[in-house]
C-alpha cells in the first residue's frame, strides 16, 4: 500500500446498488460501484475505448458492457472480455469499514 | 424505347463518322461531349462495369492508412487492415448514411461515425452500436458495410463496383502483357498533380493521344523533342491504343535528372511509349519513369485528371529526390496548361449551333482509335 494511498468510503453497504451498477465521482474521477454475487467491486467508470460512462451500460454475471460500443470488461479484475477494446479497465480496492464502503485511492 | 436506349440509338447514329477507315473520317458530333445523358449512359456502360485505378499501394503502407474517395457519387473508403490486406467498402454509416471517414488520405484504428458514434473496423464490419439494445433483432455482428471489390497491379489499387466483371488480372492482361517491362509496380509516386479541366472527359482522353497537336499548342515543350510521326498502329482492340516513338524525358531540357530506370538500361534517351487501359487510364513511359493519368468525368463539361508520376523506388535515395521530382510535375502543369486553353474551347465548340466537326488528319490516328474503342464498349458493332 503506497503512503500516499487513502481509503474513501464511498457509499453504505445497506443502500442498494443498482443492477447495472452505481456511478461515483472521487476527487473528479469517475469510479463505478458493481456488485457481484453480492461482493462489492469498484472499477473506473470510463470505457477505456472512447468517453462513455459504463454504469450507463448493461452488468451481465461478473461482466459490464459499455453502452457506446459493447466493449465488455471482466468487473473483479477488469480484464477485457469483448468487443472493440484492447485495454484493461483499472480496478480499486475494496474494503468494507463497519457500514462504508471504501475504496483506495491514490490522492496522487 | 427506354431514354438510356434512346441515347445509345443517337450514339451509334453519331459514330458513323469515324467507323470507317481513318481517310473518310470525320469527328464526331460534339453533342457527345456536352449531353448529360450521354455521360450517364458512359457511367453505367463503362466505369460502372470496369476496373478503375483510384489510387497506389505506397499511399497506404500501414495498418490503418486508408483513402477517402468520390467516385462517380460513390463514396468509397479504402483501408489496410492488421494483416496487410487492402479492403474497400462504401463511406456510410449503415444507420442514416452519415459519412464515416473524412476525404483524402489518413490513418485511424478504426472508423467512428461523427453522427451517433457507430463504429467500423479496418475490414467494415461494424462492431459496436450505442444504445441499441432495445432494437429488436439488430445484432450488431452481422452488420457490414457494402464490400467494393478492390485488387492491385502495376502498384496501383483499382476498385470496381460491378460484382459481375471478371477479374482484374484478366481486365488489365493485354496491357500488363505489353508494358510489364516498366515495373511500375517497382516505382512509386514521386509527385502527384491534379488538374480539374473545364471541358467533357474524352476531349480530354483524345488530346493526350493526338500527336497532329504538338508541334504547335507544345511548341515551346516537348514539341522541341517528339517526332512528328503517327505511331499508332491498325491493331484490333486494345493494341490500337499502344505506341513507341521517340521523344525525351519529360522535363524542360529534355534530358532526364536521374539517369535511366535500371530496367531500362539499354533503352535510349530517346526512348518513349504510351498504352490506355479503359476507361481513363493513359499511361507515358520514358527511359527515367512513368507519367499515367487518369481522367475522371464530373459534369458533361468538367473534368479531373489526376496524374501520378510514377520513380524507380532506388531514385528516392538521391538527397534531392523530391526537389527533383517537383520539377517533373511543374513541367507537367506547364504542358497541362498549354493544352488547357485550347480543350476548354472545344467545350464552347459544342454548344455552338454552327458548329459541324471537321475531318480527320492522319496525324490523329490516336484520337481515331481511342474513340473507336470507346464508341464499341457503350454502343457494340453489330
Known amino acids: ?108 | 424505347m427506354s431514354a438510356s436506349e434512346e441515347t445509345a440509338a443517337r450514339i451509334e447514329a453519331s459514330a458513323a463518322t469515324v467507323r470507317q477507315p481513318l481517310a473518310r473520317a470525320s469527328h464526331v458530333p460534339y453533342r457527345l461531349y456536352s449531353d448529360p445523358a450521354v455521360l450517364a449512359l458512359e457511367k453505367e456502360r463503362l466505369f460502372m462495369k470496369d476496373w478503375l485505378a483510384v489510387g497506389r499501394v505506397e499511399q497506404i503502407p500501414n495498418t490503418g492508412d486508408h483513402l477517402t474517395l468520390d467516385v462517380f457519387d460513390e463514396p468509397v473508403v479504402i483501408a489496410r487492415n492488421a494483416k496487410g490486406e487492402i479492403n474497400a467498402f462504401s463511406n456510410f454509416c449503415l444507420h442514416r448514411g452519415a459519412e464515416i471517414s473524412r476525404k483524402g488520405i489518413g490513418n485511424v484504428t478504426e472508423f467512428t461515425c461523427p453522427y451517433h458514434n457507430w463504429l467500423y473496423d479496418l475490414d467494415g464490419n461494424l462492431v459496436g452500436a450505442p444504445h441499441m439494445r432495445d432494437t429488436e433483432g439488430f445484432e450488431v455482428h452481422k452488420c457490414r458495410l457494402p464490400r467494393v471489390r478492390v485488387d492491385t497491379w502495376g502498384g496501383f489499387i483499382f476498385i470496381n463496383f460491378d460484382v459481375t466483371a471478371p477479374p482484374l488480372a484478366e481486365f488489365v492482361s493485354v496491357f500488363a502483357k505489353e508494358f510489364s517491362f516498366l515495373r511500375m509496380e517497382d516505382c512509386a509516386i514521386g509527385a502527384q498533380v491534379e488538374f480539374n479541366l473545364g471541358c467533357n472527359w474524352k476531349f480530354v482522353v483524345e488530346n493526350l493521344f493526338d500527336v497532329y497537336h504538338v508541334t504547335t499548342i507544345h511548341a515551346g515543350t516537348f514539341g522541341k523533342y517528339r517526332d512528328t510521326v503517327d505511331y499508332f498502329t491498325d491493331a484490333p482492340g486494345q493494341a490500337s491504343l499502344f505506341g513507341y516513338y521517340k521523344s525525351a524525358p519529360s522535363m524542360d531540357s529534355g534530358k532526364s535528372l536521374f539517369g535511366h530506370m535500371p530496367w531500362l538500361a539499354d533503352k535510349p534517351d530517346t526512348f518513349a511509349c504510351s498504352g490506355f487501359q479503359g476507361p481513363n487510364i493513359q499511361m507515358f513511359g520514358r527511359c527515367d519513369g512513368v507519367i499515367v493519368h487518369t481522367i475522371w468525368p464530373i459534369a458533361p463539361d468538367r473534368t479531373r485528371m489526376k496524374s501520378y508520376l510514377l520513380f524507380p523506388r532506388s531514385f528516392f535515395d538521391d538527397p534531392d529526390f523530391q526537389q527533383k521530382a517537383d520539377k517533373y510535375a511543374d513541367y507537367l502543369k506547364k504542358i497541362i496548361d498549354e493544352d488547357e486553353a485550347a480543350i476548354t474551347s472545344l467545350q464552347r465548340a459544342a454548344n455552338s449551333r454552327l458548329f459541324h466537326p471537321g475531318r480527320m488528319a492522319k496525324l490523329e490516328h490516336g484520337v481515331y482509335n481511342v474513340l473507336n474503342y470507346y464508341l464499341d464498349r457503350i454502343v457494340p458493332r453489330h
Not at chain 1, 480496478?91 to 468494507?96: C, H
Request: glycine share 8%.
Open chain 1, 1 to 108: 500500500m503506497s503512503s500516499k494511498s487513502i481509503w474513501i468510503p464511498i457509499a453504505r453497504t445497506d443502500d442498494p446498488v443498482p443492477r447495472h451498477g452505481k456511478a461515483v465521482e472521487v476527487q473528479g474521477e469517475h469510479l463505478a460501484l458493481f456488485t457481484v454475487e453480492g461482493r462489492f467491486y469498484v472499477t473506473s467508470n470510463v470505457c477505456t475505448h472512447q468517453f462513455a460512462l459504463l454504469t450507463d451500460g448493461y452488468v451481465e454475471d461478473d461482466c459490464v458492457d459499455c453502452p457506446m460500443h459493447q466493449g465488455r470488461f471482466h468487473i473483479p479484475t477488469g480484464e477485457v472480455r469483448g468487443g472493440p477494446v484492447s485495454k484493461c479497465l483499472r480496478t480499486y480496492p475494496v474494503r468494507i469499514d463497519g457500514n462504508d464502503i471504501c475504496v483506495e485511492f491514490s490522492a496522487a
